[in-house]
Each structure stands twice: as structure tokens, then as C-alpha cells.
């Protein structure tokens, strides 16, 4: 009787339980509180550290837009590996000495007493010249002529460093060979502002030959000094002209391209700053 009971009482309890405990039917998923965490790949990584510095314009249209900027051309001087140092002179002080003196005299005459003072200093700094500095690794011939020959493309006049500083130094002397040695870091900046409209630096950050080769760009007005762009690129076209293509390999396939010759990174280069030119004219 008391189990009896004791069921009855079970299913009292099941038959009084609110529906929602009992409901099986479908609800709408709740929104999430955050966006679920990207994942990062190495692969990822590495296409978005491709993408910094890559040309956004086509390269008919950058071509096209910088003569139109540039009709008549343009003075470029091309530093490779070399940097434009802010040194003003060859001459370094290493000491200087001051020498203060004064003195006293008096006098008495006929004509009345006579009082005279007087104080002085004499200078004298200790110099030397450092050697001009020296640039960085080895050029990379096949990369720069790949620049030289896309920039002549559209009228850029391209000035080589040491011979721009010896055609400004022929042009100071009078034939009597009486000068002494020029200054060569004032030298360089009178060759600049003679020779050339725009400064541009470009400097390996790896081996031009690397997997993944790494450059650092500036570009200087001479005229004023003014910054016209700093950045940093790999030379790698836009996807649109250098589409990825799947490999196969040992893990499967995978996206990737094939190698740029240096001669492409050198015309990338030279697109690229035909485009913070343009850019800086805008």
C-alpha cells in the first residue's frame, strides 16, 4: 500500500511540472556576447607582412598618373644601401681650449694720471676629419637595373652619387689646383641641390635573394628637406598581377608563388615609388 502510494505521489508531481520543463521543441540560438577569435596562421602572417607597402594601383595607371604629374620628368638621386648622413661636415672637434686673460695699467704724468684696462680670450679647438663613410652590403646589380630601366620608362632622370659630387667639385675649380681637399659632406649636399629634384634611399633589411626579402624607403624633397614617404615594402606585386598558385607538397597543397627574379623586385621598387610620389603630389 505505502509503495502504491508512493508512486501515485511520483506521478502527481510529473503531471504538475511546468511545461518548459518538459518542452523538447527548437529555440533560436542565443547571440554570441564577443566575435569569435580569428585564427592566426603563420601563413596569415606572412601574406599580411607582404601586403604592407604593396601597390595599390595598377601598373598602367601609376605609370600614366606620374607623367601626368611629371611631364617634364624628374631629378632622382638613387642611394642604394647608403644612407644621407646628417654629419654637416667632415671635421670633427675632439678639444678645445680657452685661454682668458686680463690687465691692469696706470700711469701719471704731467698732463694727469692715466688709468687703462683691458681683457681677452683666445681660442683654440683641436680637429680631425673622418673618412666619408662607406655604404652597406654590395649592390645588387640585377635589382637596380630593373629599377633604372622602369624609371626611364616615364622620363626619370636617375644621378649617380659619386659622379653628381665630382661634377659639383670640377665645377669649383679655377685650373690652378691651389684648393684644399673638399669637404665632402658639404660637397654632397651642393651636388644634391645642383643635380637632382628628389632623394631616394632604398636599403636591403635582408638579402635581396632571401625567401622573403624586406626593403626600407625614403623619399626627400631637396629643394626643403621635406619628408614626402617612409616605408617599408617586400617588392611584391599586387595579387592582381601575381596571382598565388597551389603547390603540391609533401603535407598536402598550398598556396604560394613562384620566386620573383631581382630585376621584378627592382621594377616593383620603382612602381612603388612612382606611387608616394604621386601620392605626395595629390
Not at 23 to 30: C, E, I, N, T
Not at 108 to 131: C, H, I, S, Y
Not at 191 to 215: C, G, M
Request: proline residues 6%; charged residues 30%.
Amino acid at each position: 500500500m505505502m509503495n502504491l502510494m508512493r508512486a501515485g505521489l511520483v506521478l502527481a508531481i510529473c503531471a504538475a511540472s511546468p511545461p518548459a520543463l518538459t518542452d523538447d521543441r527548437d529555440h533560436p540560438a542565443s547571440e554570441m556576447m564577443a566575435p569569435p577569435a580569428e585564427v592566426t596562421t603563420r601563413a596569415k602572417m606572412l601574406e599580411e607582412e607582404e601586403e604592407q607597402g604593396t601597390r595599390t594601383m595598377s601598373r598602367e595607371e601609376v605609370q600614366e598618373r606620374f607623367r601626368a604629374t611629371h611631364p617634364e620628368g624628374l631629378r632622382l638621386a638613387f642611394y642604394y644601401n647608403r644612407r644621407f648622413s646628417d654629419r654637416i661636415s667632415d671635421w670633427v672637434a675632439s678639444e678645445r681650449f680657452v685661454v682668458a686673460g686680463t690687465g691692469r695699467r696706470s700711469e701719471q704724468g704731467p698732463d694727469g694720471d692715466t688709468a687703462e684696462q683691458g681683457r681677452g680670450n683666445v681660442a683654440m679647438q683641436a680637429e680631425r676629419r673622418r673618412a666619408p663613410a662607406s655604404a652597406g652590403p654590395g649592390p645588387a646589380a640585377e635589382l637596380q637595373g630593373g629599377y633604372v630601366s622602369t624609371m626611364r620608362q616615364v622620363g626619370v632622370r636617375l644621378v649617380e652619387r659619386g659622379t653628381m659630387m665630382r661634377l659639383a667639385d670640377a665645377s669649383r675649380e679655377d685650373g690652378t689646383f691651389t684648393r684644399g681637399a673638399p669637404d665632402h659632406q658639404r660637397l654632397e649636399v651642393q651636388a644634391l641641390s645642383e643635380h637632382a629634384d628628389v632623394l631616394v634611399e632604398i636599403r636591403a633589411l635582408n638579402a635581396p635573394t632571401a625567401e622573403k626579402p624586406r626593403f626600407e624607403m625614403r623619399l626627400v624633397d631637396v629643394k626643403d628637406g621635406t619628408l614626402l614617404a617612409v616605408l617599408e615594402t617586400g617588392g611584391v606585386p599586387p595579387e592582381e598581377e601575381y596571382p598565388y598558385q597551389w603547390v603540391g607538397t609533401d603535407s598536402g597543397f598550398e598556396r604560394d608563388r613562384p620566386p620573383l627574379t631581382l630585376s621584378q623586385v627592382g621594377t616593383e621598387l620603382a612602381l612603388i615609388t612612382m606611387q608616394q610620389l604621386v601620392a605626395a603630389d595629390d
